[in-house]
């Protein structure tokens, strides 16, 4: 088949008037068929239980069959696969051959002809024109207007015909979006596909969410479904922050102007005081599955077998033996009525563990069922956990990473660089941290904003942003020590919930900025501390961000420095167009 004098290397049937079908070269039409099969499957399954039945009451051994029954057992393994193709050509047909114009009709060898053809020699998405603008080169500014000049004389190339197929299909509905990776094999032009489609179906332009640029290999299945692109968050850099007596590079992702450059001079101010110091209370992540008895007396009794120090260490060996890192710690039961809330805590390794600890305890409900079987799982989380959700559980007993990060700042340094005095920030840090949110009712929010350093971090690095909430549980302490003169500045955070191996830690600008840190992947040596550096990392972050803040306000600076960084009367389209 040729296009406009073009050879075309994959061959599609298209059938205008009628459409041709594999059952159209039986003899019989179809329903007969499916009858005749029907049929025979039945009777040989009948002919074959009613022989059987007679040996085994004439104490005849069953493997002695005569001829009938050979024929009767072929027949059956002859209608059993006919069945198995569920029930016909008919429901395969509408599965794979409909509409029978689109590229989805072609031969299973011509359609594998596609996919390895399709190995592009061109990004699978310049069909579609959603590459990233070019920008020329920052020492070269006199370049840009020839650069944009040039981009707006390229027309933009149309869908290949075997993508504007797929296109329509997608629109029409009749090959769903989500299957467009597994039938392609081919992340990136799936993901072109459907932008296209879903552009088509909405009437909305997705032109300025880039495409091109991205592994979508590296998300399918773990990250992201239906992709149609990526978005662009900038990373700014605040440091160097003395931690530990080591120093840090924090990677922060974020849209807020003014946020890296507070970050960063409260770094500044941490620095020239001698540095900040860390401390990890605690590493456990939690999972708490809800279980419910026909009586509280029954539930009462798991409570009590849970949390015997003698039944610990069997638990614990059929808790441990779900991975290699994931080890129990503790369990803490609540009774509410009849139901009975576990909250199992354990090691997790380099691994945020979410995953991980589920395993781990639902090998301990499949061992309780033996001694107690009338317990009914409801759920393997019962919210006692507690995840993503602000909790008091959390602010008390910790989950994840529960660090202590502290810092003496000079009294000159607080003066020169924080533009303010130790005794303005012990009153704002009392009457707004303390009992403004105090009167607020705030759970874990005793602080100024370490929720946005917090999200910053974790964008950068991989985290899952939700678990925001309850990492950025925090508490922010002010004193002035050695007669008045000097500032002891410290942030107590319970539950920060990180990890350096698997979600989107492993997204190639992520990893980049875990790297950054010197905490990319696991650690060989000592599993589990590259997890808890990153955590004390975001805690002396926190401290640096709400040592800045503070000061601004107390200086009065704050409206002055948001309007002056996070506000901007240039025209962006002007300066894209420049």
């Not at 051994?61 to 024929?71: K, Y």
């Not at 198995?84 to 689109?102: E, M, T």
């Not at 020699?121 to 070019?134: E, M, T």
Request: some cysteine; glycine content about 8%; overall charge neutral.
């Amino acid at each position: 088949m040729e296009h406009r004098g073009k050879p075309m290397k994959m061959k599609v049937k298209f059938v205008d008037d009628e459409v041709v079908k594999p059952s159209d070269a039986m003899s019989l039409p179809l329903y007969i068929t499916n009858a005749v099969f029907f049929t025979l499957f039945f009777s040989v399954v009948y002919f074959l239980l009613t022989s059987w039945r007679e040996k085994i009451r004439t104490n005849t051994p069953l493997h002695m069959i005569d001829l009938s029954e050979v024929v009767a057992i072929l027949a059956l393994v002859a209608s059993f696969i006919y069945l198995l193709g569920f029930f016909g050509f008919d429901f395969v047909q509408s599965l794979f051959l409909q509409p029978s114009n689109d590229i989805w009709a072609a031969d299973d060898d011509e359609d594998e002809i596609m996919l390895k053809e399709d190995a592009r020699k061109v990004p699978c998405g310049q069909a579609l024109d959603c590459s990233i603008p070019k920008i020329a080169p920052i020492a070269s500014p006199k370049a840009a207007p020839k650069v944009f000049e040039e981009k707006a004389m390229i027309e933009t190339p149309p869908p290949t015909e075997e993508d504007e197929e797929i296109i329509k299909a997608v629109v029409a509905g009749t090959i769903p979006s989500y299957s467009l990776e597994s039938k392609l094999r081919d992340c990136k032009r799936a993901a072109s596909i459907r932008r296209e489609a879903l552009q088509r179906v909405t009437g909305k332009s997705l032109e300025g969410l880039p495409l091109e640029g991205f592994d979508y290999e590296s998300i399918l299945g773990q990250c992201c479904e239906m992709p149609v692109g990526y978005i662009t968050i900038p990373v700014g850099i605040a440091g160097p922050l003395m931690l530990d007596g080591r120093e840090f590079s924090v990677p922060m992702a974020t849209t807020e102007g003014c946020l890296v450059a507070s970050t960063n001079r409260g770094c500044k101010a941490i620095n020239l005081s001698g540095g900040a110091s860390s401390v990890l209370l605690k590493d456990g992540m939690t999972r708490a599955p809800v279980v419910r008895f026909n009586s509280a007396k029954r539930a009462a009794e798991l409570k009590f077998f849970m949390e015997d120090p003698a039944n610990y260490e069997t638990i614990s060996l059929v808790f441990n033996k779900s991975s290699r890192f994931g080890r129990l710690q503790t369990v803490k039961c609540a009774v509410a009525g009849k139901n009975l809330y576990m909250r199992f805590t354990c090691s997790t390794g380099d691994a945020m563990g979410m995953n991980m600890v589920s395993k781990g305890v639902q090998n301990v409900l499949d061992f309780l069922q033996n001694d107690f079987p009338d317990m009914d799982v409801i759920g393997i989380s019962g919210n006692y956990c507690s995840d993503k959700k602000p909790a008091a559980v959390n602010w008390i007993e910790g989950r994840g990473k529960s660090v202590v990060c502290e810092a003496v700042i000079k009294g000159d340094i607080v003066t020169k660089v924080l533009k303010t005095n130790v005794a303005a920030l012990v009153e704002l840090n009392m009457l707004k941290n303390l009992t403004g949110s105090a009167v607020a009712g705030a759970l874990g929010g005793f602080n100024a904003h370490a929720s946005n350093i917090v999200s910053a971090v974790y964008l950068a690095t991989g985290q899952d942003p939700a678990q925001n909430i309850e990492s950025s549980h925090c508490i922010t302490m002010m004193e002035a020590i050695n007669d008045g003169k000097d500032l002891h500045v410290s942030v107590t955070m319970p539950s920060i919930e990180v990890g350096t191996v698997g979600g989107g830690t492993q997204l190639a600008s992520q990893s980049a900025c875990l790297n950054l840190l010197g905490v990319k992947g696991a650690n060989r040596e000592a599993p589990g501390s590259n997890a808890r550096q990153l955590a004390s990392v975001v805690a002396g972050s926190v401290l640096a961000g709400e040592l800045s803040l503070m000061s601004a306000i107390a200086a009065g600076q704050l409206v002055k420095s948001h309007m002056k960084y996070n506000r901007s009367n240039k025209d962006v389209r002007t300066v894209a167009s420049a």
